[in-house]
């Protein structure tokens, strides 16, 4: 809810016949319930399981339970004949060279590898593309099971320093350190208690400004909500303690803050933000005079006013200030109480997603029906030219500044592997540098988009996906995947997991569900707080699109989604349970009631509402989906995942649904709840834990969906 010569197919021994159908499990582990209830405007609401809330660390009640339920859960899994063969062959899939777009600091190149099947993908530098590489910094050094991970680097200007964040066992929590480019070697700052933030550097590379918390009390590392965010300027070579105090606002203690050093090294810029929605102040002061005080430029959370770059004291701002789908404006920060917002690049019928000043242009990247495009403009908005992409996908990258005149992207699409760009700024000249090498036929595959229509009327397109010939019957296995919140769009994009889903004869859908940010501000608010059913009226209608047109049936279709998109899954499974064959919830926002109580959950409220509001409890409580389980349905086969270590989205979310699923239970098909250890949101998870989990969800749908795996 801040973020890898093809050949054919290989036969393995998964495509075998799955078994028929799932055991009856409905002896789980014993949960407690307690007679604890919330009222909530004049509203009794009962929480029995409100005692798996407690940290696991804190509590030996909860870890008992977590380890027997994995125990159950695990012997489940392990009992489906073709697990080891899905797992093989996903890891055969991942074990690809991997790399990231490079980028350009000084006369070095950057950018990250993995080899294949490196836990932690690599952070190398060269002189050039043809130069041999130089290691910096290998995540893969610090842990013996990958869950220490490289959170985020911040290059200097000239290149001669990285700032680099590590978060362990995929906590939020990062730890900064520095190291010098020339000789790797790591100096003796840290940087510690940073959460949702960037760090940037100061033009001599003398400092850094970063935004941290204050440190939490011990044992409320990973529960207690973040509040008071301030930001700081840490000098290279010095101890955190001597760090200096830059910014704060005590008098609002939810407002959160990114600061940014521009380009010509002149002015300190901060967005202020206070959720998850893109509205943001903005704070500005001039480094250039020892004397100057921060002046508030933006002084309102009313509209979206992302940094894109200056010259002088006129900065460059992506909004949506009488513009949904997004613009780009201009405004002068050295009077902004008389400044004027000036117009560059107006509004269009595609979305803006965002905006990148390179060899003094605009390039400016758009999403036409979920598909990317980007165009090139000079400093007056004019239009230069368009970018030609090799397909229909998605183009991430295009990182630089003012005065490079080349940059890099990354190209991909559902069956065309990633694939790494030059771009020239002056010819507009695209060539190829990399194709990452997948041992797959991508022209066995085809992709198309359809438009459906959702309860209200409202048109939605959705991707579909699947190899060749596949028989469209209504017979095929088919996984339904959705997001549908925070302004974040769901794009056609390469991945080894679904990929392997194909392989085996299913078929792949991605609806764009509203509240995501396919179609701007309006798509997003019609899919927030009293508006949210939208989202799962989407989703429903897309599987009864689905069925309806012979692709599949109920108990063939499965539903995914993760974080938001668990609650997405949460919520539609309780709401039609007759729909679906099975259902894997990740990570997911669970509890709708108390989401704000707990670490960033107060962020989301801007997408959901809170229950202290009468309006919004009475929306929430209406889907959440802890709340809306109901004894003596039969509920689908249901795959829970989770981490102990998630401060995003507190494991208590799922650990709660789950007890509650498997006490209401009526039929026979598995309630199971997989909960990963040393892991957290998703972030940083070490690749051997991404393979194991993606191998027990598809063997968890090739045993419930009854799926017939296709031959080669």
């Not at 339970?65 to 063969?85: D, F, H, K, M, S």
């Not at 500005?284 to 508030?296: H, I, M, Q, T």
């Not at 729909?579 to 109580?597: E, K, T, Y």
């Not at 389980?629 to 086969?637: F, M, W």
Request: aromatic share 12%; charged share 25%.
């Amino acid at each position: 809810m801040f973020k890898p010569a093809h050949r054919f197919w290989i036969c393995v021994p998964l495509y075998l016949a799955a078994t028929a159908v799932a055991d009856d499990l409905r002896n789980y582990p014993a949960a407690r319930r307690s007679d604890h209830t919330d009222t909530y405007h004049g509203v009794t609401v009962p929480d029995p399981y409100r005692w798996l809330e407690t940290d696991v660390r804190e509590s030996d009640e909860v870890a008992a339970w977590i380890q027997e339920q994995n125990a159950v859960t695990q012997a489940y899994l392990e009992g489906i004949p073709e697990r080891p063969a899905i797992a093989a062959r996903l890891e055969e899939l991942w074990d690809f060279e991997k790399y990231s777009s490079p980028v350009r600091k000084g006369n070095r190149l950057f950018y990250f590898k993995n080899e294949g099947l490196q836990n932690q993908s690599v952070l190398y530098t060269s002189d050039s593309l043809d130069a041999d590489p130089q290691v910096l910094v290998d995540p893969n050094t610090w842990s013996d099971d990958g869950t220490v991970a490289l959170a985020g680097i911040e290059i200097s200007d000239d290149g001669e320093y990285v700032a680099y964040g590590v978060a362990e066992a995929g906590s939020d929590w990062q730890t900064w350190h520095i190291l010098h480019t020339e000789t790797a070697e790591k100096l003796d700052d840290e940087v510690q208690w940073v959460k949702f933030s960037s760090v940037s550097w100061t033009k001599d590379a003398t400092g850094f400004y970063y935004s941290r918390y204050d440190a939490p009390e011990p044992g409320e590392e990973f529960q207690t909500v973040n509040l008071n965010q301030k930001v700081f300027y840490h000098a290279r070579d010095t101890d955190q303690a001597e760090d200096r105090l830059v910014y704060e606002r005590p008098d609002h203690p939810d407002w959160g803050f990114d600061a940014e050093v521009t380009h010509d090294g002149n002015w300190l810029v901060l967005t202020v933000w206070k959720g998850t929605d893109d509205k943001y102040r903005v704070v500005v002061k001039d480094l250039e005079n020892a004397d100057a005080k921060f002046v508030d430029a933006i002084d309102h959370f009313k509209n979206q006013y992302s940094l894109v770059g200056n010259d002088g004291s006129r900065m460059f701002f992506v909004t949506d200030l009488d513009a949904p789908r997004r613009r780009l404006v201009a405004l002068d920060v050295s009077s902004p109480a008389t400044a004027q917002v000036r117009e560059i690049i107006p509004e269009k019928d595609e979305t803006l997603t965002g905006v990148r000043l390179i060899n003094h242009q605009f390039v400016a990247l758009y999403l036409k029906h979920a598909v990317t495009q980007a165009r090139i403009h000079d400093l007056n908005g004019q239009l230069i030219r368009d970018v030609e992409f090799p397909a229909i996908g998605t183009a991430a990258g295009f990182e630089g500044t003012p005065t490079d005149d080349a940059t890099f992207y990354l190209f991909s699409s559902f069956s065309v592997p990633p694939s790494i760009y030059r771009y020239d700024m002056r010819t507009g000249e695209s060539q190829l540098v990399r194709r990452a090498d997948v041992a797959f036929d991508p022209d066995a595959y085809e992709a198309r988009q359809i438009f459906y229509t959702s309860r209200d009327g409202t048109r939605v397109p959705m991707f579909l996906v699947h190899r060749k010939g596949l028989p469209l019957d209504g017979s095929a296995a088919t996984l339904l995947y959705g997001y549908g919140g925070f302004n974040v769009p769901l794009t056609p994009r390469f991945s080894v997991s679904r990929l392997a889903w194909m392989e085996m004869g299913g078929l792949f859908a991605m609806p764009n569900l509203r509240g995501g940010g396919e179609y701007g501000e309006k798509w997003h608010r019609a899919g927030t707080k009293q508006n949210k059913q939208n989202v799962f009226d989407d989703f429903i209608s897309a599987a009864q699109w689905l069925i309806d047109n012979g692709y599949t049936s109920p108990e063939k279709l499965a539903i995914q989604g993760a974080s938001n998109g668990g609650l997405l899954v949460g919520a539609v499974m309780t709401q039609r349970p007759d729909l679906f064959g099975a259902c894997l919830p990740a990570v997911g926002v669970m509890d709708m009631l108390r989401f704000h109580n707990f670490t960033a959950g107060r962020f989301w409220v801007d997408d959901y509402g809170s229950a202290e509001d009468p309006e919004e409890f009475r929306a929430l409580f209406a889907y959440s989906p802890y709340h809306n389980i109901r004894p003596g349905v039969h509920y689908p086969a249901t795959l829970i995942t989770t981490a102990d270590t998630d401060d995003r989205v507190v494991p208590a979310h799922s650990f709660k649904f789950a007890a509650a699923l498997q006490h209401a239970q009526a039929g026979p098909a598995p309630i199971l709840i997989r909960i990963e250890t040393r892991a957290g949101h998703g972030a940083g998870k070490p690749t051997t834990k991404v393979i194991e989990e993606i191998a027990d969800q598809w063997a968890f749908l090739v045993r419930n969906l009854d799926m017939t795996l296709a031959a080669p």
